[in-house]
């Protein structure tokens, strides 16, 4: 019995390792992709009015090779987020989590516009991108249904398989870092203001994500700041 034991551990352990391996290839392989898209999409990016028209292409090509990782997987779907399992208490938490950072937003706004010359005079709350509420409320639709794939590329695809495969004792705040800072430089060909911008916020949603593993909660959390941070507040340096 100790026997079989042992030989059952060590094929998990090889299956897991060729699962890390293959989880590699395709990080490697997606991250150049991207930088070749990246040249190719930043010229885009100043012809079209709103940069979702560049951005949802991308998440579209990433959720669907997140598709393919997680068919492919020897874990369940359940171990990448995709579970119901605790929504309710997840969702608690995005709700309760999220309003000291909405609050954090209006106080780093009311520092901009009372620091920042370029800023001066400007309403702490504003609608952003476009005067034309057409343009908004579309714009908003297309955040509030790409917000959720983001939280799929970045959690699922990312964080949840670091946490999975990394085996240092502080394995979940480096699958937090690791997968937020991946994830922070797909919105490069935005700017690299809100590349930076996104960073902290992602830090918070991997560890919202990490306290409960369903993208149930953190994909709430991020549709209701990143509406709230870019077309309540208007956060400069998305156009």
């Not at 937003?105 to 516009?113: A, M």
């Amino acid at each position: 019995e100790m026997t079989v034991q042992v030989l059952r551990a060590k094929l998990d352990e090889a299956e897991t390792r060729a699962e890390m391996g293959k989880f590699l290839t395709r990080v490697l392989t997606g991250t150049c992709l991207y930088m070749f898209a990246l040249s190719a999409t930043m010229p885009l990016s100043a012809l079209v009015e709103d940069t979702a028209m560049v951005t949802v292409p991308i998440l579209i090509a990433f959720a669907i090779a997140l598709y393919v990782n997680i068919k492919t997987s020897i874990f369940p779907a359940s171990a990448y987020g995709f579970t119901l399992n605790g929504w309710r208490p997840a969702v608690r938490e995005a709700v309760v989590f999220s309003v000291p950072v909405a609050a954090v937003i209006v106080l780093f706004k009311f520092i901009l516009v009372h620091t920042v010359p370029d800023m001066m005079g400007a309403p702490v709350f504003e609608l952003s991108r476009s005067e034309d509420s057409v343009t908004v409320v579309v714009s908003a639709i297309a955040y509030a249904v790409s917000a959720p794939v983001q939280e799929m590329v970045a959690r699922s695809g990312m964080q949840s398989s670091f946490m999975m495969f990394l085996t240092s004792r502080h394995k979940v705040w480096w699958s937090i870092f690791l997968s937020t800072f991946l994830f922070s430089s797909i919105h490069l060909h935005v700017s690299v203001i809100l590349a930076v911008l996104v960073f902290p916020f992602g830090l918070f949603w991997g560890w919202l994500y990490a306290r409960r593993p369903t993208l149930v909660g953190v994909s709430l959390s991020h549709v209701a700041i990143g509406l709230f941070a870019l077309y309540v507040v208007g956060i400069p340096g998305y156009q």
